[in-house]
């Protein structure tokens, strides 16, 4: 594509997720569509330096990322019809400017919260409730619905998993963009567009080159997870009830 910027009004796609849940998959499949930019998770070096969390990769993720969140752009010119950033709620900081997504489509992505924190733990281990984002994923969901007047698609990685190209129709539509079956392939390995923190985080979907099968049964956690995911179940459910279906 060449350097010359999108003459139109560009349509920004704001995806709320929490980690490891399937939300760099998502992102790669909207960077396939051959008509959208993407953005990997703008506020996280922001988030790092403002609640000094020891997180893997730290030092190269604040050396490499915007930690002044006022300086973070989401509202720019871009070269493509179709900006996809891919957020985590609980990097918005309650100090963050959110002027910004005003200017936003919203959708959130959710997972069942024992997949979550089996997948997590092999990475962190001894992850709280605020850092995997469920309450906090809730919370916006409500606040962005007051705005709107209206409650933004919720898509569940499970379902994406199961049936990917109907699924992945439902939400260009309730977004109101044109679905292209582009979004299913990807290629395998490391992408321009990866955070500083995908050496950690990525291994898995750099081995993909389109979405898994089907998930099984959920996992058996240890006591002091299962406790934490009962906690997360609350948000879970009330978000699941305004999921797309197939």
């Known amino acids: 594509m060449s350097g010359r910027r999108f003459p ?11 980690p490891r849940n399937l939300s760099t998959a998502m992102m790669y499949a909207f960077a396939a569509r051959g008509d959208c930019t993407v953005s990997d998770e703008p506020f996280y070096a922001a988030y790092l330096a403002q609640t000094e969390t020891a997180h893997p990769m730290q030092a190269e993720i604040l050396a490499a990322h915007e930690t002044d969140p006022t300086k973070i752009i989401l509202n720019g010119d871009q070269l493509t019809p179709l900006w996809y950033q891919k957020h985590m709620p609980h990097h918005l900081l309650p100090t963050m400017p959110t002027a910004w997504m005003a200017d936003c ?6 997972r069942h919260p024992a997949r979550v924190i089996a997948s997590y733990a092999r990475k962190r281990e001894s992850p709280t409730l605020e850092d995997l984002g469920f309450t906090q994923q809730l919370r916006l969901f409500e ?14 990685s ?17 977004l109101d963009i044109p679905y292209t079956p582009n979004m299913l392939r990807w290629p395998a390995g490391p992408k321009p567009y990866d955070g500083a923190w995908a050496p950690v985080w990525y291994g898995a979907v750099h081995g993909s080159t ?7 049964p959920l996992p058996d956690l240890p006591p002091a997870y299962q406790i934490l995911a009962d906690a997360a179940m ?11 279906t197939a």
Request: glycine share 10%.
């Open 8 to 18: 139109g009004e560009v349509l920004r796609l704001a995806m709320w997720s929490g």
């Open 105 to 110: 489509r919203h959708a959130f992505l959710i």
């Open 143 to 156: 606040t962005i619905t007051q705005l709107t007047g209206t409650p933004p698609p919720v898509i569940e």
């Open 158 to 174: 499970t379902d994406i998993r199961a049936n990917p190209g109907p699924m992945l129709r439902k939400l260009c539509d309730a």
């Open 210 to 216: 389109g979405f898994e099968t089907v998930e099984g």
């Open 234 to 244: 609350p948000a879970f459910d009330a978000l699941s009830t305004h999921k797309l």
